[in-house]
């Protein structure tokens, strides 16, 4: 993910096998990268949810039965033809055409603060770019683009952080740059964050280390990242240990200064324009989970990360619970954790204890979570939404996160993850609700590291009640991203309600759903719903469906592959469009088009 | 164009004309020595090698055949203003060819027989025909593609007749791409290929008492000879749907002149292009937006031809094959 023109950019690169039964690519004829995305509004946050549709035509290979001149093992291959189809066959239009239809699968969530108006968010593909790199494979390269929504928070720190150095424009920076590169001054703004709020410490840590794995969106790092699942001990060591409060805030100014200037958005745009470089494949494999992981989690944690990590995290006690995964982090580490937090020598020791405590209250939520999922696939579940939850407090900081969840990946359906995970959360927030409440005063971000290293324990401690009685109003701010290139259950349905609610209204939607989704809905309130449960989730596609019609937005793009006869002239007819405005699209000078070159299409 | 006085041609020949009358491709003389031919061949080379391979045939025993009748000072042909003249007899009461496969066998002897006897002749270079036809499929086909592209978009939405049309055109193209790469094969040896005339038909063969005739040949059009098998191999299928007279007809064929690998190759390049087919899809598309009932029914027609030749070309494949592994 990226911040390009103010818009919200992620770089997609996708890898499309095709099944084997299928006639490969010999030459593409007509490729197309339609979103077809639905907004979804919440009372917490914005889901932009859907997916890429990528369709296209080709001629297919001529396969190995099917040489070319002097290239026949014999005569009668050479004179095997594919048989004329019959008459009245309805099925596929030319024979010598196929189609390719491929679904990739997106889901963002962002929190309302950070839209102004529904309306004006939509997406746009761009820089489609296409490449077959064997007859059954091809790979794409996009961008995708939703814009409408602020990228700058204004106004919204939290009231234990009145003196907080983070300014919008630097919330802005820590959004769209890749942390890994400038994690001094991640670090430093945290640090200063925390200056001012003993909470805050705790806070720096989700949020660098969510920072960083936003880093290992770099697709060049990312496996390494990832496998290593951990944090290097040095970077924690940088983030963590800050030389000096001075020294901090010094740098974080240059870092600001530094991060208005121009050039710090060319390095991100090019960090990140390599984030999804990794094949997607259609077929579950380690290696597309992560890329997967990867792709969406630029500015958020990847849940996936969260599944592999190595204990020697613990190490580290402020930054031990981003490294466990939040099930299984063993109690020992989690208590030496806090004792070490406990003794800590730090000035801030005491506010560590608050913290802490507000961690631990946090912990109960989830652990309630894990309870009531003690079944396996629930308790990933849980766990993904405490990270969701640490990293709405890392949002808070004011970068926003994607968040990427690794059980999607995992699953390879992103959207059903989501609602599991919705689902989990939900519960979770019904029985941390308290907790989540103190994590809007500002110690959310503390909740989150509490969460993850300390949700086992938690179970145990007293503690935990007190914290939760701390509920502060504060707004989350998130953004969730999936991205998957596997193909989905529904694949080939459209998702799209829009139709069906066209005519409703938006008061009649809010209606609706207090009627139809009381339940749910009566949960996510309670908790300001955090994570909507399946139930809470389908209602607010239905409720918010209906003003998708006129709120959506889709910006199309044509990718036309020149043939050998064709002209701009042939060109312009085909596609109804003046020759001005290709040359115009395309950035072409001449009016001559070769063999094999690549216009792109506008509609 | 010179005239040429008929009159004093007859002269030239000891039978005396009572009468004259033209045909279509020749004229009908009644002469008191029974009803004569008499031909204008506007090539004398071509009329000349003619007459060569006949002789041939009737030097080798094989005299069913029309024989150029000569002159009073016993010339086998007349030339006058650069156009050959010739007198044959003229055949009466021809029945059809027996489709019984002895007979369909003498067939394919006889027309073995012919090529071998032209083969004879080395008037014609026979590689140059050979790249003609290349050239000509290849051009063919381009042709074809540039057709396609061109309607392409415009059948794309296309309904009923036109969408059928419009499915049809890439099986068609990839036929005639596929003859064409045939023809240019690399197993094809130019040295082994001889002239024959190009059009062979069921036709150039009947029946007079009881006897096996063959008759025809007049036209100066030539190629390579296994365009003479190809094309009569595909009449003799269609007619009759039947794979073992095609077989029967090469069992004769190769009586009298072998075929090799290369000659079934360039036999079956020529089977493959879907020539019937193409004319009337580019006849369709010529009256594209002309409502004409004809057209689409004389379409399934020729399609349903072109299949039952794909199962022809497949049946001279595998008996290449198992000549080739012999």
């Known amino acids: ?130 490449q077959v790199e064997t007859p059954h494979q091809l790979l794409i390269e996009a961008e995708l683009k939703i814009a409408g929504i602020q990228l700058t928070e204004q106004g919204q720190q939290s009231a234990l952080q009145p003196d907080s150095a983070a300014s919008p424009a630097d919330e802005a920076a820590h959004m769209a740059e890749p942390y890994w590169v400038s994690d001094q001054k991640a670090m430093q703004s945290e640090v200063e964050t925390a200056e001012a709020d003993m909470s805050v410490r705790a806070d720096v840590q989700p949020q660098t280390d969510s920072d960083m794995h936003s880093d290992v969106d770099v697709e060049s790092r990312a496996a390494e990242q990832w496998q290593a699942e951990a944090i290097s001990p040095d970077q924690r060591d940088r983030v963590a240990r800050p030389a000096s409060l001075e020294e901090l805030e010094q740098r974080l100014s240059e870092l600001e200064r530094m991060e208005r200037e121009p050039h710090a958005e060319a390095e991100e745009l090019a960090e990140y324009a390599a984030m999804f470089d990794r094949p997607a494949s259609p077929l579950p494999s380690s290696q597309t989970d992560y890329g997967d992981v990867t792709a969406s989690a630029e500015y958020g944690e990847v849940t996936g990360a969260w599944d592999q990590p190595a204990l020697e995290a613990d190490e580290y006690p402020e930054m031990s619970f981003h490294q466990a995964p939040p099930w299984e982090v063993n109690r020992a580490s989690a208590r030496e954790e806090q004792s070490r937090w406990e003794s800590a020598p730090d000035a801030t020791a005491p506010r560590f204890a608050s913290s802490y405590e507000a961690e631990l209250k946090n912990t109960r939520g989830v652990e309630a979570q894990a309870e009531g999922k003690e079944t396996g696939s629930a308790r990933p579940a849980a766990g993904e939404s405490r990270i969701v939850e640490a990293n709405k407090k890392a949002k808070e900081a004011g970068a926003v996160e994607a968040r990427v969840k690794a059980e999607a990946a995992e699953a390879a359906e992103a959207e059903a993850s989501v609602k599991a995970e919705a689902s989990v959360e939900a519960e979770a927030a019904e029985a941390a609700e308290a907790s989540v409440k103190a994590e809007e005063t500002g110690v959310a971000e503390a909740k989150a590291e509490a969460k993850e290293a300390d949700t086992v324990e938690a179970q145990e401690e007293p503690d935990v009640l007190e914290v939760q009685t701390a509920p502060k109003p504060e707004e989350e701010r998130e953004v969730r991203v999936a991205i998957s290139g596997k193909p989905t259950e529904g694949e080939g349905e459209k998702l799209n309600l829009t139709s069906i609610f066209s005519q409703a209204s938006r008061i009649q939607q809010e209606a609706q759903a207090a009627e139809s989704a009381e339940s749910s809905s009566s949960s996510s309130r309670r908790a300001d719903a955090y994570e ?72 | 164009m010179e005239k040429i006085d008929l009159s004093e041609i007859c002269r030239r020949y000891r039978a005396r004309v009572i009468h004259m009358t033209p045909l279509e491709d020749c004229y009908l003389l009644e002469t008191n020595r029974g009803t004569k031919e008499l031909r204008i061949w506007p090539r004398v080379d071509v009329m000349r090698w003619s007459f060569a391979w006949r002789e041939r045939m009737a030097r080798q025993g094989f005299r069913e055949l029309e024989r150029f009748i000569r002159t009073r000072d016993a010339k086998p042909y007349l030339v006058k203003a650069s156009r050959g003249i010739t007198l044959t007899d003229h055949l009466r009461h021809i029945e059809p060819v027996p489709t019984d496969h002895e007979t369909i066998r003498q067939c394919g002897r006889i027309i073995g027989m012919m090529h071998a006897a032209q083969r004879e002749s080395s008037l014609f270079p026979a590689v140059d025909f050979w790249r003609q036809e290349q050239l000509q499929a290849v051009a063919e086909s381009r042709r074809a593609r540039e057709l396609w592209e061109a309607v392409r978009a415009r059948y794309r939405r296309a309904e009923g007749e036109r969408r059928r ?159 080739r592994s012999e």
């Not at chain 1, 937005?553 to 469009?577: A, F, H, M, V």
């Not at chain 2, 025809?216 to 794979?243: C, E, I, K, W």
């Open chain 1, 1 to 130: 993910m990226a911040i390009q023109d103010g818009l919200l950019s992620f770089a997609i690169k996708e890898t499309i096998f095709l099944p084997a039964e299928r006639a490969g690519i010999g030459e593409l004829k007509e490729l197309e990268l339609v979103p077809d995305i639905e907004v979804l509004e919440n009372q917490s946050f914005i889901s932009i949810t859907g997916c890429l549709q990528l369709y296209g035509t080709y001629e297919p290979a001529r396969g190995a039965s099917e040489p070319t001149e002097g290239g026949a093992e014999t005569l009668v291959e050479a004179v095997t033809f594919a048989p004329f189809p019959q008459a009245g066959n309805n099925g596929g239009l030319f024979g010598f055409e196929e189609e390719v239809n491929h679904r990739i699968p997106v889901n963002i969530t962002i929190p309302v603060s950070r839209v102004a108006e529904m309306g004006d968010i939509y997406a746009v593909v761009d820089g489609f770019d296409c």
């Open chain 1, 532 to 603: 909507p449960d399946s139930r809470t989730l389908e209602a607010m596609h239905n409720l918010t469906s209906f003003i998708r019609g006129k709120e959506e937005r889709y910006s199309k793009l044509k990718l036309c592959i020149i043939q050998r006869n064709d002209t701009l002239e042939s060109i312009s007819q085909r596609y109804s469009l003046p020759i001005s405005k290709i040359l115009e699209v395309n950035k072409l000078s001449a009016d001559q088009v070769v063999e094999g070159q690549i216009l792109y299409i506008p509609e």
């Open chain 2, 165 to 323: 049309v419009a499915e049809l055109f890439p099986f068609v193209l990839q036929r005639m791409q596929r003859s064409a790469d045939l023809l240019a094969s690399s197993r094809i040896d130019p040295a082994a290929l001889s002239v024959s005339h190009g059009e062979l038909h069921r036709d150039n063969l009947g029946m007079i008492d009881g006897r096996l005739y063959l008759r025809g040949f007049f036209q100066p059009t030539l190629s390579v000879q296994q365009r003479d098998v190809a094309v009569f191999l595909r009449d003799l299928y269609l007619t009759h749907h039947d794979q073992a007279q095609v077989d029967a007809f090469l069992d004769g064929y190769e009586e009298a002149k072998p075929l090799s690998y290369g000659d079934y190759t360039l036999m079956l390049a020529f089977l493959a292009a879907p020539t019937e087919l193409w004319k009337q899809m580019e006849k369709y598309m010529e009256d594209d937006g002309q409502p004409d009932g004809g057209s689409a029914a004389e379409f399934e027609q020729a399609l349903v031809r072109q299949q039952a030749v794909d199962g022809l070309l497949r049946r001279v494949a595998e008996r290449a094959e198992g000549a």
